[in-house]
């Protein structure tokens, strides 16, 4: 309907096994934000192994995610899914540096 496909699109819940699993089956990103109060029916375990999943503490970690997805794209998208996790490490040094100089400031 909106002309893309699952690999281009990004789900975030709460929900591992009605938000996260079935996002991850169709082939799209999956941010979990967990919450102390899941019904146990919805959890289940993390697929820790795929590259397309993140656990995140809070909503404003997703745009730093993005942010790395593109970037491995645009690099090599053959090797997208073994880069991403180096680009995320150094994209979180370059932005945490960035705050410290704003903050000393």
Known sequence: RHGIQASE???IGDSMRSDILPAL????????VPHDLAWSFETKGEPVESP???RVRHMSEIPLWIDAI?????????MHESVLPSIET???????????KSRDS
Not at 25 to 32: I, K, L, N, Q, S
Not at 73 to 78: F, I, L, Q, S, V
Not at 90 to 100: A, D, G, I, M
């Open 9 to 11: 699109a990004m789900v």
């Open 25 to 32: 089956e169709a082939g799209a990103y999956a941010a979990f």
């Open 52 to 54: 397309r999943f993140r």
């Open 70 to 78: 593109e970037v491995a794209e645009n690099t090599n998208p053959a």
């Open 90 to 100: 150094e994209s979180v040094r370059f932005r945490k540096q960035k705050h410290k």
